[in-house]
DNA sequence: AATCCGTGGCC
DNA sequence: TGGCCAAGGAT
């Protein structure tokens, strides 16, 4: 058997899988087809996220919405409140307007194929291939990080990322199989996940141990090349943490846009780059007028391009203020959509402020 | 094309 | 501890 042999690569991967794929929630046993929607959900949770992470959120969403026609007619803030913790948040929104896309225009069916597919919200070139092959079982060329991690490596592709992505896509085309393209799909990603992973990968067990030219040349481990990613700046903040007489406290909705995009949040000052905020500063950005006392400590988090460090300074509102925002009590703050940095926000208020 | 967009686990 | 990493998409 040699690399030149797709077929033969794709049979013996095929084999491992049957042997030893991993049992997964939105996976069916046999030849039993999954339902497009539990593909789409679970695939739309899994990108740039875990497994583990996406388990319980996956499970908590099939639950609570069985149809993607349940889930159409569910207010968005529903879906985004089910999404907090999972990151990403434009994923939520995104899969919102997917699901009433599909419930109203096309009765709840998705499309069977990627060029249609990958017209709807979220879905792009990977989730579209995903769909068409494991849900519709028609080949498609499904190209996902495992993937190219592991192209590269049974290639010995030395091109450093992203550069090597059209090479390394073109590679996958060519082992993509005619037969059971969904299984094959999954199992290519599950090979990645389980064995050709990024560090320590398992050589010694992996099906394609004798056709692999990155293990063959002693350079596995240094696959794929990456281009070296730029510094993480610091950027500071002050979140206002404002109870009122009755102790409720006070948030607000984020931007739809961007960063935490539609996402409820501890007011606060804009996040600068570089130099922490002054006392003095605190009037100008304000939720409601107040007197400000700088609670100890500071919220420390990490975004995808950036360090966050958040320091708190408590006040009380006076009873006629109107602030822009909502009042909750302390005990309903878990019924909002508040992204996990927010959730470190309270609990280090709660633990410094009273 | 390059940037932006979360989070938690891992070593 | 801190950087790296994950079943990417939108702009």
Redesign the pocket.
């Known amino acids: 058997m040699s690399v030149c042999d797709p077929s033969a690569l794709a049979r013996s991967l095929l084999a491992w899988y049957d042997r030893a794929g991993r049992a997964?929630p939105w996976r069916k046993k046999g030849n039993e087809r999954p339902d497009p929607y539990h593909v789409w959900l679970?695939?739309v949770m899994?990108?740039?996220?875990?497994?583990?992470?996406v388990t319980p959120y996956f499970l908590r969403f099939i639950e609570r919405w069985p149809t993607i026609a349940q889930l159409a007619t569910a207010p968005t803030d529903d879906v985004m409140h089910a999404w907090a913790?999972?990151?990403?948040?434009?994923r939520a929104r995104?899969l919102h307007a997917c699901a009433k896309m599909v419930a109203q225009w096309r009765g709840g069916q998705f499309p069977d194929d990627e060029e249609a597919l990958r017209k709807l919200?979220?879905?792009?070139?990977?989730?579209?291939a995903?769909i068409t092959a494991i849900a519709f079982g028609k080949r498609a060329v499904v190209v996902?990080?495992?993937v190219e991690?592991v192209m590269a490596r049974l290639f010995a592709v030395t091109e450093p990322l992203p550069a090597a992505k059209g090479r390394l896509k073109a590679l996958a085309a060519h082992l993509t199989p005619d037969m059971r393209p969904g299984d094959y799909a999954?199992a290519v990603?599950?090979l990645?996940?389980t064995i050709c992973s990024?560090?320590n990968p398992a050589c010694g067990i992996c099906p394609w141990m004798n056709e692999c030219q990155g293990r063959r040349q002693g350079i596995e481990a240094q696959l794929p090349a990456?281009l070296?990613?730029?510094e993480?700046p610091t950027r500071h903040g002050i979140a206002y943490w404002t109870a009122r007489k009755d102790g409720a406290v006070l948030i607000r909705r984020r931007p739809p846009q961007?960063?935490?995009?539609g996402m409820m949040e501890i007011p606060s000052t804009p996040w600068r780059d570089d130099t922490p905020w002054d006392m003095a500063e605190l009037a100008a950005h304000q939720p409601v007028a107040a007197q400000w006392r700088p609670l100890p400590g500071l919220v420390r988090?990490?975004?995808?391009?950036f360090h966050l460090e958040l320091r708190l300074v408590a006040g009380k509102a006076s009873a006629n203020a109107t602030p822009l925002g909502l009042w909750v009590a302390l005990d309903k703050l878990s019924d909002h959509a508040l992204?996990?940095?927010m959730v470190k926000v309270v609990k280090h208020a709660l633990a410094k402020a009273y």
Not at 85 to 90: P, Q, R
Not at 121 to 128: C, K, N, R, S
């Open positions: 997964l679970s695939e899994l990108q740039q996220t875990t497994v583990a992470a913790g999972l990151g990403y948040y434009a995104n919200p979220g879905v792009g070139d990977y989730t579209a995903a996902d990080g495992n991690r999954q990603m599950d990645g996940a990024p560090r990456k070296a990613k730029p993480r961007g960063l935490l995009g988090h990490t975004f995808t391009h992204p996990s940095v």
